[in-house]
């Protein structure tokens, strides 16, 4: 963990300024040599704690990337480097975990004004439960989202609503209720915000995928536009598009279908991320312009030894946002090839890492 200095970098108000809507979790995490029987109580080899939960992930990686790792240290190097103000907006229950998170996201240089510490009904902050079972490698979680989806703080943060007015780049995931995600989309639409949509978990059920279709939708055939970063890994991909298995994506037709159909909803940049072998992105741009093929395979970083996946999508998300609000802060069109270059390489060293946020790259680790 780092150094107890709260980070001031981030707050400099000349920068641009993203806002993540989402969860924060504690994960506890034991070590096992195999899972447990029903009945069974066994030791673990190891556990550890660490902070994690999607929202509060791509809210760190933000502000990690955006920012050396000397505490205190603008990260304003020079003008060429994408940097933000970051700012969550989430719950946690009135509890040692919840103190234990805001304070790590403060210290990684995240805004938590907005993470509201709720204390009713006996709400508890997020839990993960994960039992790793070392020989495989595979793991199995108990997700207690507790105040992420408690009630109380859906009615908003700021002036009434949920999103900070001054927010330049709304980052968004699943693992907070699919209407308030819904909600957020509509408010950001109505202030003309961006979204950056990364829908994990996948939906479950076909209720959510269809809804979740429905407010992609929206903004297409209107001057509104639709969501303008979608960010997933195959499984999403699978569970959004209708009649999509994850095997079709091996194949350029698989991920090309794919691509077509989030553009067809009105997606500006659709990024599918693909593990060890990269990146497949379209853009509302380049469909325009081809003659077929709509989309574009990028390499992935050639890293020596994959440690540990953990927090390599949220990484990934973290820099791809940093690039876009960067852009758009400058009136500048934005690349989404050259952001999926950097966001390639600022996760391929979290996956030579241990662990979710710790294993986030600072800015400086980047260049
Ligand atoms: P998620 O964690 O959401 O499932 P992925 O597994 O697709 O996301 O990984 C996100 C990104 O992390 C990839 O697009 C790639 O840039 C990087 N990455 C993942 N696995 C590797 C790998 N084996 N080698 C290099 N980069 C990787």
């Known amino acids: 963990m780092a150094s107890s200095a709260s980070a001031p970098a981030s707050g400099s108000s000349d920068l641009p300024h993203i806002t993540v ?3 924060l979790n504690m994960d506890l995490v034991s070590y096992v040599s195999h899972h447990p029987e029903p009945g069974e109580t066994m030791a673990s080899n190891a556990f550890a704690i660490s902070p994690g939960g999607k929202g509060a992930n791509q809210a760190v990686a933000c502000a990690k ?6 505490a205190g240290q603008d990260s304003k ?4 480097t994408a940097t933000a103000h970051v700012s969550m ?46 020989p495989t490698g595979q793991n199995r979680i108990i997700l207690s989202p507790g105040a992420n989806y408690a009630f109380a703080w859906h009615e908003g943060v700021a002036g009434g609503g949920l999103i900070p007015p001054q927010t330049q780049l709304l980052i968004l995931q699943l693992e907070i209720p699919l209407d308030l995600v819904l909600r957020a989309l509509h408010e950001a639409k109505a202030l003309g915000i961006p979204v950056l949509l990364n829908p994990a978990p996948a939906p479950a059920t076909e209720e959510a995928r269809a809804k979740l279709e429905a407010a992609f939708a929206a903004g297409k055939d209107t001057k509104d536009k639709g969501i303008a970063h979608l960010v997933l890994n195959e499984t999403e991909s699978a ?23 989030f553009l067809g909803l009105g997606v500006e940049n659709i990024v599918m991320t693909l593990g060890g072998r990269g990146v497949y992105y379209a853009t509302a741009t380049t469909v325009a312009q081809s003659n077929g ?58 996956v030579q890492r241990k662990g979710a946020q710790d294993s986030i790259p600072w800015l400086d680790e980047l260049e």
């Open 21 to 23: 809507l989402g969860s």
């Open 293 to 350: 093929e709509v989309g574009e395979l990028v390499p992935p970083e050639k890293v020596k030894q994959v440690v540990d996946t953990t927090g390599a999508g949220d990484t990934f998300a973290g820099q791809y946002a940093l690039e876009a609000v960067y852009a758009s802060s400058q009136g500048r069109a934005f690349d989404c090839e050259a952001a999926v270059r950097k966001s390639n390489r600022a996760s391929a060293i979290t």
């Open 89 to 134: 907006v989430g719950a946690v229950g009135n509890d040692a975990n919840g103190a234990a998170l805001r304070a790590n996201m403060s210290r990684q240089g995240v805004d938590v004004d907005g993470v509201q510490v709720l204390d009713h009904d006996g709400i508890t902050s997020g839990v993960a439960i994960i039992v790793v079972d070392e």
């Open 65 to 70: 990337l955006s920012r050396s790792r000397s």
């Open 77 to 80: 190097a020079d003008n060429a």
């Open 239 to 261: 569970a959004l598009v209708p009649g999509l298995t994850v095997s079709d994506l091996d194949t350029t037709e698989g991920l090309s279908r794919a691509a077509k159909y």
